[in-house]
């Protein structure tokens, strides 16, 4: 069964850090691309980034309004994947969820995710 | 980027009735690279739909989605009481992906 699981959630003061994992079981995790998508309380999707293989040399993209402040990394020897968040400002907070992308290809959508984790940025 | 816009913001409908959920994209999306999912509140999203017509493992026969280019639709017929939900449309031809705001299906 596929699973991801998030944690690292929290509160935060805003301009500090905080770093997410996405830990990853039930498929060859070094296949898949991993995403992060955050969703503000009574609002839409938004995608954040993501990691892709070590076949696409790890490469990675943001949105604009994190880029420079968010970094997504993965360890597959771990079967996680990590949303390293600074300088956080108080729009940052949402539930974070980490989706796979089965094969790291074009034409390959998120078919799992995991249930989130809450940031709150906040003084 | 490609802008999703989802039309409209909430259905009101009764169950056994149909429901149309429009997705209208900034530009055409290649290769159909567009999905629908469900959410509802305090859990994930559910993937119902890739491809913008290809139903996921397990989702019923009842959701179907179609369209191409710029103009998408998730049909829902006959609406189960289970249905009324928020659902977003997305695309993944083109980084950065993006998502719909959401159209939000609640009980008349």
């Known amino acids: 069964e596929v699973q991801l699981v998030e944690s690292g959630g929290g509160l935060v003061q805003p301009g500090g850090s905080l770093k997410l994992s996405c830990a990853a079981s039930?498929?060859?995790?070094?296949?898949?691309?991993v995403h992060w998508v955050r969703q503000a309380s009574g609002k839409g999707l938004e995608w954040v980034g993501h990691?892709?293989?070590?076949?696409?040399?790890?490469?990675?993209a943001y949105a604009a309004s994190v880029k420079g402040r968010f970094t997504v990394s993965r360890d597959d020897s771990a079967n996680t994947a990590y949303l390293q968040m600074n300088r956080l400002k108080a729009e940052d907070t949402a539930v974070y969820y980490c989706g796979r992308q089965k094969l790291d290809g074009s034409g390959y959508h998120i078919d799992y995710w995991g249930r989130g984790t809450l940031v709150t940025v906040s003084s | 980027d490609i802008v999703l816009t989802q039309s409209p913001d909430t259905l009101s409908l009764s169950p056994g009735e149909v429901a149309t959920l429009s997705c209208r994209a900034s530009?055409?999306?290649?290769?159909?690279?567009l999905a629908w999912y469900q959410q509802k509140p305090g859990q994930p999203p559910r993937l119902l739909i890739y491809g913008a017509s290809i139903r996921a493992a397990g989702i019923p026969d009842r959701f179907s989605g179609s369209g191409s280019g710029t103009d998408f639709t998730l049909t829902i017929n006959t609406l189960e009481p289970e249905d009324f939900a928020g659902y977003s449309c997305?695309?993944?031809?083109?980084?950065?992906?993006?998502f719909g705001q959401g159209t939000k299906v609640e009980i008349k």
């Open positions: 039930g498929f060859t995790f070094s296949d898949s691309a």
């Open positions: 990691v892709r293989t070590a076949f696409n040399f790890f490469a990675t």
């Open positions: 530009q055409r999306i290649s290769y159909n690279y």
């Open positions: 997305h695309q993944y031809v083109m980084s950065p992906w993006t």
